[in-house]
């Protein structure tokens, strides 16, 4: 389906219905190098030594990776794969003892760590069985603004972990877009939220942002982000509403038509064979008339 729809930007297809191990969380965990996961009813917690269910998220990263090499033509040009960020995983990972990740200074900079290098290794792993495609890595961060905030609850749920300082955010950030294009990927960033970090966020060294268009309010500092080279993946619209953005910032389309990429709004997880089909080929229509 994917490269039916999308062939000229493939990407590694998440499908959740599998299980845990197969969501968001659990496929980026099975790219964590040093670290080790375990599935408890809270959830994901770091732990000592392989547990079942990690091994069952990187047997599932492995499988997809062995299909879509065998179904990727000779001539594909690019392809993405997806990762939740360091800070949606502090967010959503608890310590061996309980608590988020986010709590521990010092465990959620050994996460960045860890899962820098195990990007490294994964886009040396794409290059292998792709070594024709040019290749993009996007970190998915829909916590990130939470975390910013302040606003990510504490394991009781009576109370709220502190916010992050930006340098700090900044800080893990690019230990991924650092790791990313040494390996020789393009980063990019993702967040569906109404507050996205713009600034924050392109100041961390992603060359695009992607984001939901309904949610996002044009503003100087998304057109300032834009003059700056970083590029601008919406979210969810048609060719007239990606062109009422656009000129709501004071770009017409002959500044914006090479660097940009439409995308479906917030993922397609939830969504039915047929219904993320036909969210694709909205993309992919509004895309070639763009």
């Keep these: 389906m994917v490269l039916g729809e999308v062939g000229d930007l493939v990407f590694v297809p998440e499908l959740p219905e599998r299980g845990t191990p197969a969501g968001m969380i659990g496929r980026s965990l099975a790219m964590l190098e040093g670290l080790d996961v375990d599935l408890q009813p809270a959830g994901w917690r770091l732990t000592t030594g392989e547990s079942r269910d990690h091994r069952r998220a990187r047997s599932l990263l492995a499988q997809d990776l062995d299909a879509l090499e065998e179904l990727l033509p000779a001539s594909t040009p690019t392809i993405k794969q997806q990762v939740a960020g360091p800070w949606t995983l502090a967010a959503t990972v608890e310590r061996p003892r309980g608590d988020r990740l986010l709590a521990d200074h010092g465990a959620r900079r050994e996460l960045a760590e860890s899962l820098a290098e195990g990007l490294r290794i994964h886009v040396a792993d794409l290059r292998r069985r792709a070594p024709k495609a040019d290749l993009v890595v996007q970190v998915d961060e829909p916590a990130l603004p939470a975390v910013i905030a302040g606003a990510i609850p504490t394991a009781s749920g009576y109370g709220r972990h502190r916010s992050v300082d930006a340098p700090e955010v900044d800080r893990l950030l690019r230990m991924l877009t650092d790791a990313i294009s040494e390996a020789g990927a ?44 970083v590029d601008l993946w919406p979210g969810g619209g048609d060719r007239r509403s990606i062109d009422r953005w656009f000129a709501s910032l004071g770009f017409d389309d002959a500044a914006y038509g090479d660097r940009t990429v439409v995308t479906p709004t917030c993922g397609l997880s939830g969504f039915s064979p047929a219904e993320a089909r036909a969210a694709l080929t909205r993309a992919q229509q509004a895309a070639s008339t763009t």
């Design 186 to 229: 393009t980063p990019v960033v993702h967040s569906c939220a109404s507050d996205v970090p713009v600034a924050l966020l392109a100041g961390a060294g992603f060359a695009a942002i992607s984001f939901d268009l309904s949610l996002a309010t044009p503003d100087d500092t998304w057109s300032a982000t834009f003059e700056s080279g």
